[in-house]
């Protein structure tokens, strides 16, 4: 990929992360107001786009950071750990919800929540890294913020 290409790839990749906020929100909302059956729907839905984003990324974007420098190998390393845990937590919550524990479910949505904000703090300064430019909108995306 040439560098301007490059440069544009990764600020679809960096826009596909408004998606992500606008489920994570949705799921929010149907965690604290809504049953356990309409949060273990909006919960498949996120999961599914979770795994959809991460796969994108292990297969896709990573790859081209790690063969730029040791350096960025390392950081594509941490984050990567992240998705193992996200997925986990998303298990998780799940299993919870299966049960019918909202309490359970909550809790662990909060932690999720932390998690996936911290991680994707680290994708956005890799991308800012890589783009040279602040990610759009300072990094508060279109729909970003979700109701905790
Ligand atoms: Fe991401
Ligand atoms: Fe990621």
């Known amino acids: 990929m040439q560098d301007a290409d490059e440069g544009a790839a990764f600020e679809v ?45 292990e297969l896709v974007y990573f790859p081209i950071i790690e063969a730029l420098s040791a350096e960025n190998a390392e950081k594509v390393r941490a984050v990567k750990l992240g998705h193992g845990w996200i997925r986990n937590q998303l298990e998780r919550l799940a299993g919870w919800l299966e049960a019918g524990d909202l309490v359970a479910g909550r809790e662990g949505f909060e932690t999720l929540l932390d998690r996936f904000r911290q991680h994707e703090a680290e994708e956005e300064r890799i991308v800012h890294e890589l783009t040279g430019s602040k990610a759009k909108d300072g990094g508060q995306r279109k729909g970003s913020s979700p109701a905790a």
């Open 13 to 57: 990749w960096w826009e596909e992360h408004s998606e992500l906020d606008r489920l994570v929100s949705e799921f929010a909302l149907a965690l604290n107001d809504g049953g356990a059956v309409e949060a273990r729907k909006s919960l498949e839905l996120l999961t599914e786009t979770f795994e959809n984003h991460f796969s994108l990324e």
